[in-house]
């Protein structure tokens, strides 16, 4: 390695004298995996002598960082060794550079030897201290002895008392430091001799020092170990004088109360405390031994000495509750799950308390008879103009203001047959009944089912003939056939109401608002207002954005923002209350129907809604009821010859799965009852999923696992259920009209059950001889008694009323030749597909299958 080669330091001398310092790097390794990298430096020492002398020799010394700062070693004792000298590293030859591992080897033994260097000198400095604190100790243990003997020679001659005062105190002090700081330097100079004496001097008694205990092995204090936390500053640091110690936790002093509270009741017996324990009719074990305050344990051990063997998770009946309630000496009070349900029929209102209502007036009637038009000629609107075919397929509720300032609220029912128990709801919560019968068509099947549905509610009713604006309305005709059906209006000398009217023309209305307000008066409907809410749903949706919403008719009381409240087996906390114009108000009083927002659910439509105290009980009652609906939907009805074969002919029919959607709930349960009317012996539909709302992906995925199409009653699918559904391959199927949808399910059905084939008998013909034809073939003789036989025609052959052979004619001969056909009275030869068991006497009968598309 040349000199170029070597490292440099700074700039290039200016001289342009060879470098005399050489640089290096040197790693050092300490305890816990720390590690430090040191510069050393080689300088290469040159002496120049004068000419003619011989070459001096070049040394190398290294310098290496500066260590720790050691402390201060005090100066040694004369009577210590001079410490022994360092070895003088081995001289390198100077006729040759050294090699990077000589340098290196060099490097490293110069550092080994700094190091034991610098743990030399701190082991001379930590021997200077003990020496000088063992000297110091001593020093004050003699010059306790020495106080002490001139205390005792003071004692012994009082006589010689001190005639100098004392020094101050101050100077005593001083005094006796000085000797304390000048003993380690006096000893160091001059050795002090056994024989010298030091003349007698009194000073302030001095305690002596204790005499040093043996080491004990280091406990830790946790109270007072705050390493942890040594760093952070708390308010209980802040605000604590102490030193730090922490202090005794919450638990721990509610430990020592309890001890002492159980120590201070030790003595004292306690009286056992009976309580009164509601026992349902089934309860878990752990349930009833916390309704007791008792252990479960000693529940479960009585049990097991009744002979029962149960857990604390099992559930026992009301009996055995009594029976264990009694035993361990408590009262018990039998309830029912039952109990558990609002019951409002026992809650009447104070006379006092009851106010006038509004009329609740139900407006039906046959399909296009004009029920919705009459509505719309009263309240001044056009709802019949948005309605899809013209016709209502939900049930509306809209609160009209007349002329007198009265308020009535009328209740728009569908006329459709399928929406039958859509209009025994607005029957069974209306005050009145207005029968709607069109002037040109008379009473139709839908308006003897509202005649049927009115006497069954027990209401009164009144007769609207309407559209007797067009010619051939004949109303007269209408009183006429109202007879059949023991509806006798006043002017033929009966007790019911009639009016004609034209809701077109918007004549007679007048007179149906004045016979409206009449029934209403001789009714007396009264409410009180100033309670909790109690209402009916008359229509549930599922919309979008405002999620489940229904349609509430208050019956009593007054519904209020911010009530919470329970409708058949759903809750929830009223929201916002929309009035029929679209309002929103803060409340609604008796007879006045809104909108609710805050369901959890989508009611059915009919249930009652019962404003209650807390969301607690809200929940209580939905979950009860709840239950009480799977019970009935699982509960299966005990078995009988009559189900048994019900259910064969069930397995025999085939199943035509369909998912129903709908936009209300009423919607639902009218195309869900005529999708089951429909249903024959051969096929039957199989609702898998009927619901409110749109189209969703769990929709689609359930009706792909049985491959069945997917009904939407003015609903659509979002984009997410089109894409699986298109991928999955499931049906989508939109519908506005119920009409249009029941006749493509009907044709769908039968489309599933195929063709239908029937048979035409066209010919029967007697065998009388039978031929042989051919080598194995044979051919029979006939005689055509009835219709006609054609060749390829379906033929059988009976034999004494039983069918021996089902197939087709090969060939029809007469007289040696082949015709296409034998009408009755003549005689021919036929020969049969596959068969020869043919005999004089057997009958052939030929028949024709005809095939016709299948419906239901």
Avoid: W
């Avoid at 010059?143 to 005062?165: D, H, L, Y």
């Avoid at 380690?184 to 100079?189: F, H, L, N, V």
């Avoid at 006043?490 to 007048?510: C, F, N, Y």
Wanted: aromatic share 2%; with cysteine; charged share 30%.
């Amino acid at each position: 390695m040349s000199d170029n080669d070597k490292p440099k330091l700074g700039m290039r001398a200016p001289l342009g004298l060879k470098r005399t310092v050489e640089t290096g790097q040197v790693k050092q390794s300490f305890s816990h995996g720390r590690s430090n990298t040191v510069v050393v430096e080689v300088k290469r020492r040159r002496v120049l002598g004068r000419p003619g002398e011989a070459e001096p020799q070049v040394t190398e010394e290294v310098v290496a960082p500066p260590a720790a700062p050691a402390p201060a070693p005090a100066p040694a004792p004369a009577a210590q060794a001079p410490a022994a000298p360092r070895p003088a590293p081995a001289p390198v030859p100077s006729g040759r550079p050294m090699t990077p591992l000589e340098r290196r080897e060099q490097q490293a033994r110069l550092l080994r030897e700094a190091d034991e260097a610098r743990m030399t000198a701190l082991e001379e400095a930590r021997r200077r201290e003990e020496r000088a604190k063992a000297e110091a100790t001593e020093e004050e243990r003699r010059r306790a002895e020495e106080n002490r003997r001139a205390e005792e020679e003071a004692g012994r001659n009082p006589a010689e008392a001190p005639s100098a005062p004392a020094a101050p105190a101050e100077v005593e002090t001083a005094a006796a430091a000085a000797p304390r700081a000048e003993a380690p330097a006096a000893e160091e100079t001059a050795p002090r001799t056994a024989s010298t004496v030091p003349p007698p001097r009194r000073f302030t008694p001095v305690p002596s020092p204790k005499r040093p205990e043996p080491p004990r092995p280091q406990q830790r204090d946790r109270k007072g170990d705050d390493r942890r936390q040594s760093g952070k500053l708390t308010v209980t640091k802040a605000l604590d004088d102490d030193s730090g110690a922490r202090a005794r936790s919450l638990a721990a002093l509610k430990r020592a109360r309890e001890k002492d509270k159980r120590a201070h009741q030790a003595g004292t017996v306690q009286q056992k405390q009976v309580r009164d324990v509601a026992v349902p009719e089934t309860i878990t074990v752990g349930e009833l031994a916390n309704r007791m305050a008792e252990r479960g344990a000693d529940l479960v051990k009585a049990l097991f000495k009744m002979g029962m063997p149960v857990t604390v998770n099992q559930s026992i009946d009301q009996d055995t509750a009594e029976l264990l309630v009694t035993e361990f000496g408590h009262n018990i009070k039998r309830v029912s799950d039952a109990d558990v349900d609002l019951v409002t029929s026992d809650d009447v209102d104070a006379t006092e308390t009851l106010q006038t209502r509004p009329p609740v007036v139900t407006i039906m009637g046959h399909v296009d008879h004009g029920k919705t038009s009459l509505l719309d000629a009263l309240r001044g609107t056009d709802v019949v103009s948005g309605e899809a075919g013209g016709i209502t397929q939900h049930i509306g509720a809209y609160q009209v203001t007349v002329q007198s300032g009265s308020k009535i609220t009328f209740l728009d029912t569908p006329g459709h047959e399928a929406f039958s128990d859509m209009r025994a709801r607005g029957a069974n919560i209306t005050d009145i009944v207005v029968i709607v019968v069109a002037g040109d068509d008379g009473l139709r099947p839908q308006t003897i089912e509202a005649i049927s549905h009115t006497r069954a509610a027990g209401v009164p009713m009144i007769i609207a003939i309407n559209k007797m604006d067009k010619p051939g309305s004949n109303a007269q005709k209408v009183r006429e056939a109202l007879l059949q059906h023991d509806v006798q209006v006043e002017s033929m000398g009966g007790d019911v109401q009639e009016v004609e009217v034209s809701a077109l023309k918007k004549t007679g209305l007048d007179e149906l608002i004045e016979k409206i307000e009449l029934q209403a008066e001789l009714l007396e409907l009264k409410a009180n207002p100033d309670r909790p809410a109690e209402g009916t749903v008359v229509e549930a949706t599922l919309d979008k954005g405002r999620g489940a919403v229904a349609t509430i008719l208050v019956g009593r009381g007054t519904l209020k923002v911010g009530d919470i409240f329970v409708v058949g087996a759903e809750s929830g906390k009223v929201r916002a209350l929309i009035d029929d114009k679209g309002r929103n108000v803060k409340e609604a009083g008796p007879s006045l129907p809104v909108e609710i927002l805050g369901l959890s659910g989508v009611p059915s439509a009919g249930d009652q809604l019962s404003v209650v105290e807390n969301e607690a009980r809200a929940r209580e009652v939905a979950a009860y009821r709840a239950g009480v609906i799977q019970a009935k939907r699982t509960t299966s009805a005990p078995a009988s010859l009559e189900s048994m074969f019900s259910a064969l002919r069930e397995q025999k029919a085939q199943q035509y799965p369909v998912v129903v959607k709908a936009d209300a709930q009423g919607s639902v349960e009218a195309i869900v009852g005529s999708l089951n009317k429909i249903s024959t012996d051969l096929i039957q539909v199989r609702i898998l999923h009927a619901g409110v709302g749109g189209i969703t992906e769990s929709d689609v995925s359930l009706a792909a696992a049985s491959k069945a199409p997917i009904i939407g009653f003015n609903v659509r699918a979002n984009a997410k259920a089109r894409e699986i559904a298109t991928r999955d391959g499931v049906a989508l199927k939109y519908y506005d009209v119920i009409y249009d949808l029941l006749d493509e399910i009907r044709a769908a059905m039968a489309g599933q059950l195929g063709p239908e084939y029937l048979e035409h008998v066209v010919g029967r013909a007697e065998i009388r001889e039978v031929f042989s034809a051919g080598k194995h073939g044979k051919a029979a003789g006939l005689l055509v008694l009835e219709g006609y036989i054609r060749q390829k025609l379906r033929a059988r052959i009976l034999r004494d009323d039983v069918i021996i052979y089902n197939g087709s004619i090969a060939s029809l001969r007469r007289f040696k030749d082949d015709v296409p056909e034998v009408r009755a009275g003549l005689e021919c030869g036929i020969t049969l597909e596959s068969t020869t068991d043919i005999k004089p006497g057997d009958i052939v009968e030929t028949f024709e299958v005809e095939e016709r598309e299948r419906t239901l």
